[in-house]
């Protein structure tokens, strides 16, 4: 299956003194791409806290930065199902120009969470049903 991708936008609120991306907000645009994925198979954030009473926190993030992107850049994040498991799911993770040259690949672990707790609790059955079909 093709992997999931979400346009991104380089404003100069995301660049640093030398006018690339600053290194850190990669890591927002890849949680976007990751929320709008959710949202794409019909899952909102705040409604699983809400009616499952879990949320995802990122447990661990490898990244890998192979070319700068620069203001005004278009982006594209892709998110990619590598493993699901009983309580977390592992993406991979790439940013690309609009011509097509990799920019950033991140392995990135989400583990669903009691959200009272923030004890690990089973991914709910309709979110695992619908990242199965993601695999």
Known sequence: MTPFQWPVRVYYEDTDAGGVVYYAHYL???E?????WLRAMGFEQHLI????????????????YKK?????DQLSVGVD??????ASISLDQVITNNMGELIVMAHVNIVCLHSDSFTPSPVPETIVEAVKKCI
């Open 28 to 30: 927002k645009f890849l």
């Open 32 to 36: 976007r791409a990751r929320t709008e």
């Open 49 to 64: 806290r809400q009616q499952q009473g879990v949320l995802f926190g990122v447990r661990a993030v490898t990244i890998e």
């Open 68 to 72: 700068p992107a620069r203001l005004d």
């Open 81 to 86: 199902v590598t493993e699901l498991r009983k």
